[in-house]
């Protein structure tokens, strides 16, 4: 999806800087980790790929890694990922660092092209020079591909307008330490807001699809693609610590998520199976623990909701019958049945496609990642009709203290 988000001002970091051991001076910085001081710029940039899950969006399903045509479905068209190997007809080999640079940074391409923001360059306007020469390093390494994407769709060809769309929505700069802050939490909001580009699937959008100022991680909706021309809707959850988001949540919990893909409060599915399996199983366990520590520290932000007593009533029978075994009467599930759905961000997210999609397709779990006897959750699709899959979303939705809001049939009727 277009990745589109509103930034800090650049503050002084030489003050932060000086307050910091230096441990802590290298993750405020938002470099690699200090252990990893001895590794190859190469060895570095892969490093720092992984961490902005560069490889999801530049290779297209069978295609040699980074050389692009991924197809993204945005409100104005199709448009397709580029080919970021060395190669020097279609790809980057031609770009020097300064191009790669002012790409990451600036969002402009190396013939001077701007570029559109479903390049997130909105989220890594925050990256330091150090880390984008370390990716350009790495990438300057890999295979060379000659491919050339597709055509973006014609409205998509209007590149113009996106000087107007940056003026109003795109402010460039490096992260800015906090110097109120601890240097673990420092690294997680340069890996969050940068790198990680967390915003651009987690915050939702206004019309011109820049990311809506002021709801910053309160939960978003995008689509993925499935197979051909067809897509699926899905709901990023709300990350703050809203009742519901992440407020049930601790760090531990949401460290072992994001570095395994579950926890007991969740299993990876859906957009997030990319994301777990191709970068943040990868990164160190003190960089993952920092963007925990980061996400839980986010102000709440609440999302208008709430499931009325008789249309969570109407779910209960179908509950009991299809889902209590694994997920218990309390919705507290279990160490090897199932994940909790009380307090689940899943659950209350403020747009309801993913909790419809888990329930009709099931969790369609990675090989990558297992939950431990619990990502065995058959699909309902063909058990339960619209009315009845709407019917136990509003019941688990309005239950134990949950706070979303009600599911229509024609709701599931979108989704199937």
């Given at each position: 999806?277009?990745?589109?988000?509103?930034?800090?001002?650049?503050?002084?970091?030489?003050?932060?800087?000086?307050?910091?051991?230096?441990?802590?001076?290298?993750a405020a910085e938002g470099t690699v980790p200090p252990t990893a001081?001895?590794?190859?710029?190469?060895?570095?940039?892969?490093?720092?790929?992984?961490?902005?899950?560069?490889?999801?969006?530049?290779?297209?399903?069978?295609?040699?890694?980074?050389?692009?045509?991924?197809?993204?479905?945005?409100?104005?068209?199709?448009?397709?990922?580029?080919?970021?190997?060395?190669?020097?007809?279609?790809?980057?080999?031609?770009?020097?660092?300064?191009?790669?640079?002012?790409?990451?940074?600036?969002?402009?391409?190396?013939?001077?092209?701007?570029?559109?923001?479903?390049?997130?360059?909105?989220?890594?306007?925050?990256?330091?020079?150090?880390?984008?020469?370390?990716?350009?390093?790495?990438?300057?390494?890999?295979?060379?591909?000659?491919?050339?994407?597709?055509?973006?769709?014609?409205?998509?060809s209007q590149r113009w307008a996106l000087r107007i769309w940056n003026a109003m929505f795109f402010q460039e700069g490096r992260f800015s330490?906090?110097?109120?802050?601890?240097?673990?939490?420092?690294?997680?909001?340069?890996?969050?807001?940068?790198?990680?580009?967390?915003?651009?699937?987690?915050?939702?959008?206004?019309?011109?699809?820049?990311?809506?100022?002021?709801?910053?991680?309160?939960?978003?909706?995008?689509?993925?693609?499935?197979?051909?021309?067809?897509?699926?809707?899905?709901?990023?959850?709300?990350?703050?610590?809203?009742?519901?988001?992440?407020?049930?949540?601790?760090?531990?919990?949401?460290?072992?998520?994001?570095?395994?893909?579950?926890?007991?409060?969740?299993?990876?599915?859906?957009?997030?199976?990319?994301?777990?399996?191709?970068?943040?199983?990868?990164?160190?366990?003190?960089?993952?623990?920092?963007?925990?520590?980061?996400?839980?520290?986010?102000?709440?932000?609440?999302?208008?909701?709430?499931?009325?007593?008789?249309?969570?009533?109407?779910?209960?029978?179908?509950?009991?019958?299809?889902?209590?075994?694994?997920?218990?009467?309390?919705?507290?599930?279990?160490?090897?049945?199932?994940?909790?759905?009380?307090?689940?961000?899943?659950?209350?997210?403020?747009?309801?496609?993913?909790?419809?999609?888990?329930?009709?397709?099931?969790?369609?779990?990675?090989?990558?990642?297992?939950?431990?006897?619990?990502?065995?959750?058959?699909?309902?699709?063909?058990?339960?009709?619209?009315?009845?899959?709407?019917?136990?979303?509003?019941?688990?939705?309005?239950?134990?203290?949950?706070?979303?809001?009600?599911?229509?049939?024609?709701?599931?009727?979108?989704?199937?």
């Amino acid at each position: 999806m277009e990745s589109l988000k509103s930034y800090r001002r650049l503050l002084c970091a030489l003050a932060v800087a000086g307050s910091l051991l230096p441990s802590e001076r290298a993750a405020a910085e938002g470099t690699v980790p200090p252990t990893a001081g001895t590794q190859s710029p190469v060895q570095r940039g892969q490093y720092l790929a992984d961490a902005a899950d560069c490889v999801s969006c530049h290779t297209r399903p069978g295609a040699q890694p980074f050389s692009g045509g991924v197809a993204f479905d945005t409100p104005f068209g199709r448009l397709y990922s580029s080919n970021i190997t060395p190669d020097n007809a279609t790809g980057i080999g031609a770009w020097s660092a300064a191009d790669f640079r002012r790409a990451m940074q600036s969002g402009v391409a190396a013939n001077g092209d701007h570029l559109f923001p479903a390049f997130p360059y909105p989220s890594f306007t925050k990256v330091s020079d150090a880390d984008a020469a370390a990716l350009y390093a790495f990438l300057r390494a890999v295979k060379p591909a000659a491919y050339n994407p597709p055509k973006n769709d014609v409205l998509l060809s209007q590149r113009w307008a996106l000087r107007i769309w940056n003026a109003m929505f795109f402010q460039e700069g490096r992260f800015s330490p906090d110097a109120a802050k601890s240097g673990e939490w420092n690294r997680g909001a340069y890996l969050v807001e940068g790198l990680g580009h967390c915003g651009a699937c987690h915050t939702p959008r206004n019309l011109f699809m820049a990311e809506s100022a002021g709801k910053e991680y309160a939960g978003g909706t995008l689509k993925e693609r499935v197979s051909g021309s067809e897509s699926r809707d899905w709901s990023a959850v709300n990350l703050t610590s809203s009742k519901g988001g992440l407020a049930a949540w601790s760090v531990e919990d949401l460290a072992k998520y994001l570095a395994t893909g579950f926890s007991r409060r969740a299993g990876t599915f859906g957009p997030m199976n990319d994301v777990i399996v191709n970068s943040l199983k990868k990164l160190s366990a003190d960089d993952v623990h920092a963007m925990a520590v980061y996400l839980k520290s986010l102000p709440a932000q609440d999302s208008p909701g709430g499931v009325t007593p008789e249309q969570a009533s109407a779910g209960a029978s179908i509950y009991k019958d299809r889902c209590e075994k694994c997920h218990a009467a309390s919705g507290r599930g279990g160490l090897f049945s199932g994940p909790a759905l009380a307090g689940s961000a899943v659950v209350q997210a403020p747009d309801p496609a993913s909790l419809i999609n888990v329930i009709v397709y099931g969790p369609e779990t990675p090989k990558e990642v297992s939950f431990g006897g619990w990502d065995t959750m058959k699909p309902y699709g063909t058990v339960l009709d619209d009315s009845q899959v709407a019917a136990v979303s509003n019941y688990v939705r309005g239950s134990w203290g949950n706070v979303g809001g009600p599911v229509s049939a024609d709701q599931v009727r979108r989704q199937r």
